[in-house]
């Protein structure tokens, strides 16, 4: 694993770690504002109505895939899920077009790009093969070989 993973990959995860921990702790300061997109994803998901039971799971899958992200274990799996649980995160605490004050939608606005921005970087990391091909490429790769062996058995050229 080159440097610039070993720093990058924890720098990154050091912000879900600490709020999926605050999550887990203390569901219920975020709940409130999870509400108006909780419901509405646990009537299409398979997920419990509850918005604290919600931000908890949120919680869990933040403080998980930010401990593996971190460590370099299943970096592309973390960070997948990483950035699927920043997408409601994002939009049920940093609701900057709702806020009436303008001091208040300003700082929301900065959190909601910042948001933005990690995800940006989450889908980096979630794409970075680190030099090795990639899951597709390798499944078309193998299903050319497993081709061409039908073709010299069958005696097709």
């Known amino acids: ?4 993973r070993r720093v ?9 770690i600490a709020g999926g921990l ?4 203390h569901p219920d300061s975020k709940a409130k504002k999870a509400e108006p997109v909780a419901l509405p994803l646990a009537e299409v998901l398979p997920l419990p109505d509850d ?3 919600l931000v908890r799971i949120n919680g869990a899958v933040q403080l998980g895939a930010g401990l593996l992200l ?3 274990r299943l970096p592309r799996l973390a960070a997948a899920a990483l950035a699927a649980s920043l997408v409601p995160t994002t939009i049920a605490g940093h609701r900057f077009w709702d806020e009436p004050d303008d001091r208040a939608r300003v700082q929301q606005r900065i959190h909601f790009l ?3 921005s990690m995800l940006g970087g989450l889908i980096l990391a979630a794409s970075d093969t680190e ?3 990639s899951l597709s490429w390798r499944a078309r790769r193998m299903r050319e070989k497993a081709r061409d062996r039908v073709k010299t058995v ?3 050229d």
């Open 70 to 72: 971190a460590l370099g």
């Open 8 to 16: 990058a990959r924890p720098l990154m995860a050091s912000m879900f």
């Open 114 to 116: 910042k948001n933005a």
């Open 154 to 156: 069958k005696g097709d």
């Open 51 to 53: 918005p604290v039971a």
């Open 22 to 25: 605050d999550a887990l702790q």
């Open 1 to 4: 694993m080159t440097i610039s």
């Open 131 to 133: 030099g090795r091909p």
